[in-house]
């Protein structure tokens, strides 16, 4: 069993643990550099102050994490959110991953959200660093493929592609109501 909560300031070190392995060993993450403890604290407290930053636990030890954050930050795009999530490499394959990305869709539906949008590092051959199972996994929760950048990234050596996969949550209406703040809702 597991447990899904909103994330705190306290858990800036565990969830550094877990991306640093993403930084330093995959290109799932562009990122060449893990962020500092000061850095990844005050990047998780300008998420949290609009959007859901959500954990993850299987007997109390926090196996990841997920996210929403601003889609390109102009007000027209309010309605649409960049999705991330990263859990620690043993926890992969657990049915954690698809439980945490469904809790942060439906925080999101309730602020009124619409449109998900996720950035996904894409292989034009997979090697040890990048294998598609992150657009895979996403394909298998909805989303579509809307777009692709070719070689865009560069890390290892080797150059990456990157696509963007598009998931609608909602009803687009001509008079949209404006988004609530995650903290109003929570």
């Keep these: 069993m597991f447990?899904?909560?909103?994330?705190?300031?306290?858990?800036?070190?565990?969830?550094?643990?877990i991306y640093d392995y993403y930084?330093?060993?995959t290109a799932i993450s562009f990122e060449c550099r893990?962020?500092?403890?000061?850095?990844?604290?005050?990047r998780m407290e300008k998420t949290m102050r609009r959007y859901p930053y959500l954990v993850i636990q299987q007997d109390g030890i926090?196996?990841?994490?997920?996210?929403?954050?601003?889609?390109?930050g102009?007000?027209?795009y309010d309605w649409s959110c960049e999705m991330t999530i990263y859990l620690a490499p043993d926890a992969r394959k657990s049915g954690m991953g698809r439980a945490l990305y469904q809790a942060l869709e439906d925080a999101l539906r309730k602020m009124g959200i619409l449109n998900l949008y996720a950035c996904i590092g894409y292989p034009e051959e997979e090697d040890e660093y990048l294998t598609k199972n992150s657009a895979q996994f996403h394909a298998h929760l909805g989303y579509q493929k809307v777009g692709e950048?070719?070689?865009?990234?560069?890390?290892?050596?080797?150059?990456?592609?990157m696509i963007w996969m598009e998931k609608i949550i909602g009803d687009h209406r001509e008079n949209q109501p404006p988004i609530t703040s995650y903290a109003d809702i929570h």
Excluded: M
């Design 149 to 161: 950048f070719h070689r865009c990234g560069h890390k290892f050596g080797r150059w990456y592609h």
């Design 62 to 72: 926090v196996q990841g994490y997920a996210y929403a954050g601003p889609f390109v």
């Design 74 to 76: 102009r007000s027209a």
């Design 34 to 42: 893990t962020p500092t403890p000061e850095e990844f604290r005050s």
């Design 3 to 17: 447990t899904i909560r909103s994330a705190v300031p306290g858990d800036a070190g565990r969830l550094l643990e």
């Design 23 to 25: 930084v330093q060993n």
